[in-house]
């Protein structure tokens, strides 16, 4: 068989030498396939980007994978053959649509920022409109009011 053929030092160099070529690079190539399907599945966020032109009057768009990083609190974006980009921290929450669809707006050259798809507004501060007592003000739902404003004239 494989493994036999001789006995004693012989024979254990030999099937020490078989597990060595054979075990460690399908250990390796096991290895690589897990690390593969973990970066792959860590990009879970489809991105479309617009790409204002003339003026905010002509917009491109494509689409591009994100991935939320925990521990620095923002977003990462990765469009094809470019390298993946930090944004500046927001609340990934309110500009979602649905759990995986994010909709941003590239205004330079590395800058992208998210945009509320239904209005694309956007928002200028997290933190809520404050009235005369200091406390948020709410709309009829009872919820916080934020500052928006138009981005890029559009």
Known sequence: ????????VGGTMKSLGWILMIGI????????????FYKKKRWNLDVEIKLPRSD?????AEWGKGFYNFKRGNVFIKRRKKKKIPMKP?????????????TVVQVGAEEYRPVLN?????????????DKEGKPKLDEDGKPIYEEAALLGL
């Not at 905010?56 to 491109?60: H, L, N, Q, S, V």
């Open 25 to 36: 690079p399908a250990t390796i190539f096991i290895v690589g396939v897990l690390w593969w």
């Open 90 to 102: 927001f609340d990934v929450n309110k500009y979602l649509q649905g759990s995986r669809i994010l």
């Open 56 to 60: 905010g009057k002509f917009i491109d």
């Open 1 to 8: 068989g494989l493994f036999s053929g001789g006995s004693g």
């Open 118 to 130: 239904e209005s694309w507004m956007d928002m200028q501060n997290d933190k809520p409109l404050l």
